[in-house]
């Protein structure tokens, strides 16, 4: 029943909480998954631009997330500046790998269904319910995922009540795990998790945390073809974000490129990046 020049009658009923569970029931063609069903099940990974690499630190302050900008099509550079990384709300950032166009709506979603709960329940989620949320919207794209279009997340966000940065990182069929220190996930992942191994320490600063994902990335794009290594001439720099108790912030362009001059400056000294007593600053 919808009122005349009103919502429709399911829009002032609903008591859930999960925004997407309301679309599944009333609207499901708007959910990410909705062209799952009208797919064949070949492999259609090589006709979507795909996003690499994003890395997560915890530091003193709190989490540092960030992503290179490039996107590649096969062996084509598709992208050399699209944003990877977003804030999901005010203490809670999301990292996207994989298909670019299905990961950034489910990004969406996501921001929509925190909002959503906090509305309804009037109180923000904690930040396990948001990273098992996160898991439930991964899991309804598993059948575009089996045909090569996978999206992944990294979440990265401020537990206001342990008072600390927190990370939890996922696979294709929404499974959850929490990573306690550092992760990187994309096709850069392996090398940008090799360089925070060497350089990562839970007590480092913010300008060294953001030195030290700055240095995983560079890593990544050395080893990583799919991975876009700062652009000088271009002024293109990795998208750099820290979550701390006072909230999710961009780290600003003037900052990044003095960061990303730093790092330049080191690795024509040492090519291969700092060793692991310098802390990577």
């Avoid at 319910?129 to 996978?150: D, F, I, P, V």
């Avoid at 992942?189 to 090799?194: L, P």
């Avoid at 300008?207 to 991975?227: F, G, K, M, N, R």
């Amino acid at each position: 029943m919808t009122v005349p020049g009103g919502l429709p009658n399911e829009y002032l009923t609903s008591t859930t909480s999960s925004f997407s569970e309301f679309l599944r029931t009333h609207n499901p063609d708007l959910l990410p998954s909705r062209n799952a069903a009208a797919m064949d099940t070949a492999d259609h990974g090589h006709l979507a631009p795909h996003g690499t690499t994003i890395v997560a630190a915890a530091y003193a302050d709190g989490v540092v997330l960030a992503g290179d900008r490039r996107a590649t099509m096969g062996n084509v550079i598709a992208q050399r500046d699209i944003e990877k990384i977003f804030a999901a709300d005010e203490f809670t950032g999301v990292g996207i790998a994989g298909s670019a166009g299905i990961a950034v709506d489910m990004v969406r979603l996501f921001q929509v269904e925190l909002e959503h709960y906090e509305k309804i329940e009037s109180t923000q989620l904690s930040i396990e319910g948001k990273a098992n949320r996160l898991a439930t919207l991964l899991r309804g794209n598993l059948g575009l995922a089996m045909q090569g279009l996978a999206a992944v997340p990294l979440m990265a966000g401020y537990d206001r009540a342990g008072k600390r940065g927190r990370i939890f990182s996922y696979d294709v069929t929404g499974g959850r795990y929490e990573e306690h220190a550092f992760h990187a996930i994309g096709s850069g992942g392996y090398f940008a998790r090799g360089s925070l191994k060497k350089l990562h320490s839970a007590g480092q600063s913010r300008p060294e945390a953001i030195q030290v994902a700055l240095q995983a990335l560079y890593d990544a794009a050395d080893d990583d073809s799919a991975t876009g290594g700062p652009d000088l001439t271009r002024q293109i720099f990795p998208k750099i974000a820290t979550i701390t108790a006072r909230g999710f912030a961009f780290v600003d362009q003037s900052e990044m490129e003095q960061q990303v001059t730093h790092m330049m400056d080191g690795r024509r000294e040492r090519p291969d990046g700092p060793l692991a007593s310098t802390g990577g600053a």
